[in-house]
């Protein structure tokens, strides 16, 4: 297998105009007008037009769209595969001269310019050895350090002071959010509870909390080399490792999921539960209904590929493990939303399967609540950030 990075030269300028659009200039005299044939950057209908044009270019090279995930295509009868952001393809072949041969083909309707190996995509720095490709984003972060003049690391992301009273400028501190808000979805997934919980003072935030944010920024350049590793399989097992916790019992809970393919980390995510739960229990139960909709998209599209998957489902706590199986303690759960109850109905199906493991196992622990020191490293292993 070979992989390549493609980049198209002014994508949008290709798509054809179905609506009758005009254009004024300085070239323009009078009440005349520019009609577009093709779009233009600006337009409203360009990233549509965009799509739908280099959709149509793949479908006519024998590719299929994966209809779980629209930058997803797949060719059955060599097993090749792109993936599409924009205007950027990540593509897989069987053998260079596939490549080439598709290369020329697509040449045929774009202006097409081939990066080689992929070593940055997307923001992120890839670095290629013995079967597995290691994602981080050192410049990223050097770079975010920089501009908010950060040049002490520190060993750890949190920063424990109380919550001053005096009020930060908004728009700096939601431009610092946004950006530690993309490292952490892409490649630093211990450090995703820390922002999480800044992004909860997006829209009023207080001195305390850019104090916070400038040690998460700290952390992230004194670990700057790290990120996630990606390993080859010889079988594909999927594994969500689910986790519910709450720095304060007046808080609703938040809910930590962690998507594992094989060994490599895949998907990750830290966000508040949308109810008041009335015990741990519920709590965890209802952060296995959203990892049961993680798996349920992940054997979608895993089944795209013709190799059918049924994901496991990890959880720390055995009353949520239980109550995925059976309706025990009704009188404490009757009260629990029906949609939260979608686990149990995956389970019936045999879509996925519940199981549960020792809380020291469990690596979504880290999205879930503050962990620092030795378990804080015991936990990015696990998560697939080191070797």
């Given at each position: 297998?070979?992989m ?7 994508a949008f300028?290709n798509?054809p105009l179905?609506?009758?659009?005009y254009?004024?200039d300085?070239?323009a005299?009078?009440?005349r007008?520019w ?7 600006g337009t409203k209908?360009a990233?549509r037009n965009?799509?739908?044009?280099i959709?149509?270019i793949?479908?006519g090279l024998?590719?299929a769209?994966?209809p779980?995930d629209p930058?997803?295509?797949f060719?059955?009868i060599?097993?090749s595969l792109i993936?599409?952001?924009?205007d950027?393809?990540l593509?897989v ?6 490549m080439?041969?598709?290369?020329e ?5 774009l202006t097409?310019?081939?990066?080689g190996?992929?070593?940055?995509f997307l923001?992120m ?6 079967g597995?490709?290691?994602i981080s984003?050192?410049s990223?972060?050097i770079s975010?350090?920089?501009d ?7 060993s750890?992301?949190y ?5 001053s ?8 501190f939601q431009?610092?959010?946004?950006r530690?808000?993309?490292?952490s979805r892409m490649?630093?997934?211990d ?13 009023q935030?207080?001195v305390s909390d850019v ?11 004194g670990?700057?080399?790290?990120g996630?590793y990606?390993r080859g399989?010889?079988k594909?097992e999927?594994d969500?490792?689910t ?5 304060k019992l007046?808080e609703?809970?938040t809910t ?8 490599s ?7 508040k539960?949308?109810v008041?739960?009335l ?11 959203a ?6 998209w992940m054997?979608?599209?895993?089944d795209?590929?013709?190799k059918?998957v049924?994901p496991?489902v ?5 009353g949520?493990?239980?109550?995925s199986?059976?309706p025990?303690f009704?009188r404490r759960?009757?009260?629990i ?5 979608f686990?149990?109905e995956?389970v019936?199906?045999g ?7 020792l ?5 979504a ?5 503050p962990?620092t020191g030795?378990r804080?490293e015991e ?9």
């Amino acid at each position: 297998m070979v992989m390549g990075q493609f980049d198209i030269e002014g994508a949008f300028l290709n798509g054809p105009l179905e609506e009758v659009l005009y254009v004024k200039d300085q070239h323009a005299t009078g009440n005349r007008a520019w009609r577009l044939k093709k779009s233009l950057y600006g337009t409203k209908q360009a990233a549509r037009n965009w799509n739908k044009f280099i959709d149509d270019i793949l479908r006519g090279l024998g590719f299929a769209k994966c209809p779980d995930d629209p930058g997803f295509y797949f060719r059955k009868i060599d097993g090749s595969l792109i993936v599409l952001h924009v205007d950027d393809l990540l593509c897989v072949f069987p053998d260079i001269s596939a490549m080439a041969e598709w290369r020329e083909a697509l040449a045929q309707h774009l202006t097409v310019e081939d990066k080689g190996a992929p070593e940055r995509f997307l923001g992120m720095d890839m670095v290629w050895k013995e079967g597995q490709v290691h994602i981080s984003g050192k410049s990223a972060i050097i770079s975010l350090a920089e501009d908010f003049m950060i040049n002490k690391p520190a060993s750890i992301p949190y920063l424990i002071i109380e919550d001053s009273k005096e009020l930060a400028e908004i728009k700096p501190f939601q431009i610092l959010v946004s950006r530690l808000l993309f490292i952490s979805r892409m490649w630093r997934p211990d450090i995703r509870y820390a922002v999480n919980q800044l992004c909860s003072r997006a829209s009023q935030p207080r001195v305390s909390d850019v104090r916070k944010g400038c040690r998460v920024i700290a952390y992230l350049l004194g670990t700057a080399d790290e990120g996630i590793y990606l390993r080859g399989v010889r079988k594909i097992e999927v594994d969500i490792f689910t986790d519910a916790g709450e720095e304060k019992l007046e808080e609703k809970a938040t809910t930590g999921i962690l998507v594992l393919l094989g060994d490599s980390p895949i998907s990750w995510a830290a966000r508040k539960q949308d109810v008041t739960t009335l015990s741990s229990t519920e709590a965890e139960y209802i952060a296995l209904g959203a990892a049961a909709q993680d798996g349920m998209w992940m054997a979608k599209v895993i089944d795209f590929l013709n190799k059918p998957v049924i994901p496991r489902v990890w959880t720390d706590n055995r009353g949520a493990s239980t109550l995925s199986y059976n309706p025990d303690f009704h009188r404490r759960t009757k009260h629990i939303r029906r949609r939260h109850h979608f686990v149990r109905e995956c389970v019936d199906d045999g879509d996925i399967s519940v199981h549960w493991v020792l809380g020291e196992n469990n690596p979504a622990d880290m999205l879930t609540k503050p962990v620092t020191g030795k378990r804080l490293e015991e936990l990015k292993k696990q998560a697939g950030m080191t070797v």
